[in-house]
T-cell receptor, first 116, second 113 residues
């Protein structure tokens, strides 16, 4: 049973280009979360999705960032017109159920974006 | 806005010493989780504490959730070089999106042989 798979693991983009990060949740998990980790900082929640639905995007920057989790295929975090401040590690996590109390997330290894 | 203050941020100790990492907030959490993160990898869950006052032990690691569910601590006994890594605490909000974890800034632990 493979864990949460993220790709690419490393991505280099020039300012103004687009970055697409992909996440395949654990088998059977229908809840996906994206977090961002800036250098020397903790993880910050970005967005929570279920299949074909964005449930909570309160942590997403208002512009240039979007996320989707289609019926088929991986979840995608898309960053348009990247800037140097977007350089960070982006982590995806999946969960089986969003139950009150101890919600257990399984994190992927992350995608490290570097903007030149 | 809920915040989790984690301390210390950096800790360098000798093998065999004991240490405690603290996680404090003015907000109540429904649960508190501790993760360990290796360089270039994602966080790996160590433990979840749910009940105020709860204590959980994982070999040489002892985790405690404060009575008021606002703070937590991680105590490592007789630290070993293999304990070296980044330790993160994360709190789940009392209601709603419980996957929307609030993370502390992390504690980088170095255990020297």
């Amino acid at each position: 049973n493979a864990g949460v798979m993220q790709n690419p693991r490393h991505l280099v983009r020039r300012r103004g280009q687009e970055a697409r990060l992909r996440c395949s949740p654990m088998k059977g998990h229908s809840h996906v979360y994206w977090y961002r980790q800036l250098p020397e900082e903790g993880l910050k929640f970005m967005v929570y999705l279920q299949k074909e639905n964005i449930i909570d995007e309160s942590g997403m920057p208002k512009e240039r960032f979007s996320a989707e989790f289609p019926k088929e295929g991986p979840s995608i975090l898309r960053i348009q017109q990247v800037v140097r401040g977007d350089s960070a590690a982006y982590f995806c996590a999946s969960a089986l159920l969003n139950t009150a109390g101890a919600n257990v997330l399984t994190f992927g290894a992350g995608s490290r974006l570097t903007v030149l | 806005t809920q915040l989790l203050e984690q301390s210390p941020q950096f800790l360098s100790i000798q093998e065999g010493e004991n240490l405690t990492v603290y996680c404090n907030s003015s907000s109540v959490f429904s649960s508190l989780q501790w993760y360990r993160q290796e360089p270039g990898e994602g966080p790996v869950l160590l433990v979840t504490v749910v009940t105020g006052g709860e204590v959980k032990k994982l070999k040489r690691l002892t985790f405690q959730f404060g009575d008021a569910r606002k703070d937590s601590s991680l105590h490592i006994t007789a630290a070993q070089p293999g304990d070296t890594g980044l330790y993160l605490c994360a709190g789940a909000p009392p209601s709603g999106n419980t996957g929307k974890l609030i993370f502390g800034q992390g504690t980088t632990l170095q255990v020297k042989p």
